[in-house]
């Protein structure tokens, strides 16, 4: 079986959910890329995280007590600052040097959590895919979350080719199936770090989660997708409802629709998958009964999606080595996992895996 370090790459920020999530004074426990990690806002307002388990016998910290910004692990006592040193044992003077836990950056940008799993020196919160419509008032969604039983380079592949939305989600996010047959990718850019690509759906009936709550209804539209994606797991998309007919370059915005669409996947272990999502809008901002029913038909969309994709790594782990065959449509897709697999293999190269020897294990 592969290791982690031939899966993964350390150096480079991982979506880690919506603050949100992170209650005060309350630790959560959550794993990264097979590694388990507790996170926490301390009382000075910083995240803090680092490896969730505690160095004497491996008690996970989540169940420890937040104490300003340290985390006492509440099976012995012993007290970690939020770089993750020990710097308090009930009982003894006496603290070894290597009485640390592993600490990662955490940081929030736009109302999410970006982790680096990696060398913390080479750390940089600007290289963070921050997505600014998030913070944009001109835009409403809803934060969102799912959990997948998959890899997460499946979702990735699924959402490098929108052909699947003629065939998965007819009813939901897709439409007819002339979508496939009459709208192909077009201007594929490919990036060193992901790709882009845009997709016209020209005079074509508007899917249903649109017609259901746009105030065009029905009326036939011209739709472009604009995609894309970055490593390790952003997704990105601009989507566009316009009337027939409309000229992008003509500044007219006049029952112009637009979307915004982030999804973060962030692999929790090689079969398991984190998946944050917001859906938003800039139009009837303030009617509730379209932000919801707008996040319920995409969520039924994923669901869709889901369903499939976790069936797949069934098939993929369960029977014998399969050889995918490949489409004109998966030039994206192919080119993101080439860039991944060329990431890792110059930050193995780089920074080579130091062997761990256990001398006394617990168990
Ligand atoms: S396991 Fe944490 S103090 Fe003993
Ligand atoms: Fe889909």
């Known amino acids: 079986m592969k290791t982690p370090e031939e899966l993964f790459v350390y150096n480079c920020w991982y979506n880690a959910g919506w603050a949100s999530e992170i209650e005060d004074g309350k630790p959560l426990a959550r794993t990264f890329l097979e590694k388990p990690v507790v996170m926490y806002r301390g009382e000075s307002g910083n995240y803090v995280a680092m490896d969730n388990r505690c160095c004497h016998r491996a008690a996970p910290l989540s169940l420890g007590r937040i104490e300003g910004d340290c985390i006492r692990c509440m099976y012995?006592?012993?007290?970690?600052?939020?770089?993750?040193?020990?710097?308090?044992?009930?009982?003894?003077?006496?603290?070894?040097?290597?009485?640390?836990?592993p600490s990662y950056p955490l940081v929030e940008k736009s109302g999410m959590l970006w982790i680096w799993m990696g060398d913390s020196e080479l750390a940089n919160p600007d290289d963070i895919h921050d997505y600014a419509p998030l913070s944009d008032p001109a835009y409403v969604g809803l934060e969102q979350q799912i959990h997948y039983d998959a890899n997460w380079m499946m979702i990735i592949d699924n959402l490098a080719d929108f052909s699947h939305l003629a065939f998965v989600h007819p009813n939901t996010l897709g439409g007819s199936e002339e979508y496939a047959y009459q709208s192909t990718h077009q201007d594929i850019e490919k990036y060193y770090n992901g790709f882009q690509w845009t997709r016209w759906h020209k005079n074509s009936a508007p899917p249903p989660y649109h017609s259901v709550v746009s105030p065009e209804g029905e009326a036939k539209v011209d739709r472009r997708n604009v995609v894309t994606i970055y490593t390790?797991?952003?997704?990105?998309?601009?989507?566009?409802?316009?009337p027939v007919g409309w000229d992008p370059d003509s500044g007219d915005t006049d029952k112009v629709r637009e979307y915004r669409n982030c999804q973060f996947m962030t692999p929790e272990t090689r079969s398991t998958t984190h998946?944050?999502?917001?859906?938003?809008?800039n139009y009837d901002l303030d009617n509730e009964a379209t932000t919801i029913s707008l996040r319920d038909s995409l969520l039924a969309g994923f669901m869709e999606d889901k369903v499939l994709i976790e069936q797949q790594q069934v098939l993929l782990e369960n029977s014998e080595p399969f050889q995918?065959?490949?489409?004109?449509?998966?030039?994206?897709?192919?080119?993101?996992?080439?860039?991944?697999?060329?990431?890792?293999?110059e930050e193995r190269e780089k920074y080579p895996r130091k062997e761990i020897k256990i001398r006394n294990a617990i168990i």
């Open 275 to 281: 998946f944050w999502w917001c859906y938003m809008r």
């Open 324 to 345: 995918p065959r490949m489409l004109t449509a998966d030039r994206p897709f192919m080119h993101f996992r080439k860039v991944w697999d060329r990431m890792i293999k």
């Open 232 to 242: 390790p797991g952003v997704f990105f998309m601009e989507t566009t409802f316009a």
């Open 76 to 101: 012995h006592g012993m007290k970690y600052d939020s770089e993750g040193k020990c710097i308090e044992i009930p009982g003894q003077d006496l603290i070894g040097e290597n009485f640390v836990v």
